[in-house]
């Protein structure tokens, strides 16, 4: 039996991220743990472009790109997640609004 790593690796890939999407889907109530569950599901789609680009041989510039919008996407998670903090006491996602 012949073990294909290119059809491991894909394979993977979509775990890491579905177990990633449903981390962000059962932890809504906490906004650090949402916070990072997207951070884990960016560095994931960060693998998947790499490799993607390696194995097609295209321009690896892309990559630098795409890694300045998610530190931009992380700075204003974290800014909002101090901001709600130093606001309400907690991280908690019930305590914003009382439609809940």
Known sequence: MIFNIDFF??????????????????MHKHLLLTLLSLEFMILVLFMFLFYFLVFFGYEIYFTLIFLTFSVCEGVMGLSILVLL????????????????
């Open 9 to 26: 690796f894909n394979y993977f890939i979509i775990f890491m991220f579905l177990m990633g999407l449903f981390v962000f889907c059962s």
């Open 85 to 100: 903090i130093r606001s309400h006491g907690n991280d908690m996602i019930m305590s914003i609004s009382s439609l809940f």
